[in-house]
């Protein structure tokens, strides 16, 4: 919801009413993980998705329904239902949709205090199905229309704020809960054009960015514009006090030696997810052997991937970028990133992969 939030204000704040469908179950495959939205305003306008174009003209038909009988209500479809089928759900799975119509004073603190906010949660059944809180690290706001199950929900969130969206039950009730989704880090080293374009890149697929170089010269705004953060110090320095989790990828560009060995070793030994280095097969070779004298074991040399990205034949820094990415993508998801046309099994990546 957040990702569509200012949109949805906008259209309040010119007095418009607005119904959001938000994803809250998934068996098998879907198009989008639980947490999705989709929101339809009275005067027909769209904003987000739910389906990948599937469903969301059924939805529209459906929040219509809730402009005019003000009733919040929850929708399946599976693609062994006649619906289903009818409405282009090919995707061989089933999913859960809420549709409420959401009030303009909720969402229009949802956005002043978002940067606070650890989640939002949507009550699913009862007396009071569709009534929202926000949660934060020391006060709600909204109701879930039950101060027993408004207390064990923020408790829940604050004792470990969840890192997927799921449906969960509370107090005899059931709630979603939707987290607020953490930007995670990729840290850039070597400041050429190739970190440029990856810079680009990362952004949409919502990381925060930052380029470090220990050359002054090169590591500057006016070179990197859209970079997140710019610092000038050696990698590994830069790493050692750097927040790094599981979600973190680390992308080399240095090919030099004397940056590449000691951030290589940083990098190998951090909770990263992904650690990256280009350079050619020789240039890796060579410095593969430097990491071995310098104490890297044959485990931690595995982690690394380099040469840097998958093999589409990239030459230009757009589609090394696009490599690089692509590579993120299916360390990430577990994945090989061959082909799809020339695999088999399932397309889309584990839900929260």
Not at 82 to 88: F, L, P, T
Not at 156 to 170: E, G, M, S
Request: aromatic share 6%; net charge negative; hydrophobic share 45%.
């Amino acid at each position: 919801m957040l990702d569509i939030l200012s949109r949805i204000v906008r259209l309040q704040n010119d007095r418009h009413e607005v119904v959001l469908a938000t994803l809250v179950g998934v068996r098998g495959s879907s198009a989008r993980d639980p947490g999705a939205t989709f929101a339809v305003s009275d005067d027909g306008e769209l904003v987000g998705a739910i389906g990948g174009g599937c469903v969301e003209a059924a939805l529209v038909e459906e929040a219509h329904e809730v402009l005019r009988d003000g009733k919040a209500r929850s929708v399946a479809y599976g693609l062994s239902d006649r619906e289903g089928a009818d409405i282009g759900l090919a995707c061989g799975g089933e999913i859960t949709i809420f549709l409420d119509r959401l009030e303009p004073g909720y969402c229009a603190e949802l956005e002043r205090t978002s940067e606070d906010l650890l989640a939002h949660a949507l009550r699913l059944d009862g007396g009071a199905t569709g009534a929202r809180i926000a949660i934060y690290p020391e006060r709600s706001y909204g109701t879930l229309g039950d101060p027993a199950l408004e207390a064990a929900t923020a408790s829940f969130v604050r004792a470990a704020p969840p890192r997927l969206a799921a449906q969960i039950d509370l107090e005899g009730a059931s709630v979603f809960i939707a987290p607020k989704r953490i930007s995670p880090h990729m840290y850039v080293f070597g400041a050429l054009d190739f970190a440029a374009s990856t810079i680009d890149a990362a952004h949409l697929l919502g990381y925060t960015v930052t380029l470090c170089d220990a050359r002054a010269a090169f590591a500057t705004k006016a070179r990197f514009p859209n970079a997140d953060r710019i610092v000038v110090a050696w990698p590994h320095e830069f790493l050692a006090s750097a927040p790094i989790d599981e979600r973190t990828a680390i992308v080399s560009f240095t090919h030099d030696e004397k940056f590449d060995v000691p951030l290589l070793l940083a990098a190998v030994r951090s909770r990263a997810g992904y650690v990256g280095a280009v350079g050619s097969r020789a240039t890796h070779a060579r410095r593969i052997e430097a990491l071995r004298q310098a104490g890297m074991t044959e485990t931690e040399i595995s982690k690394i991937c380099a040469p840097i990205g998958l093999d589409i034949g990239a030459r230009t820094p757009e589609e090394t970028a696009l490599a690089v990415l692509a590579e993120i993508v299916a360390v990430e998801r577990g994945r090989s990133g061959g082909s799809l046309s020339h695999g088999s099994g399932a397309i889309r990546g584990r839900i929260g992969a």
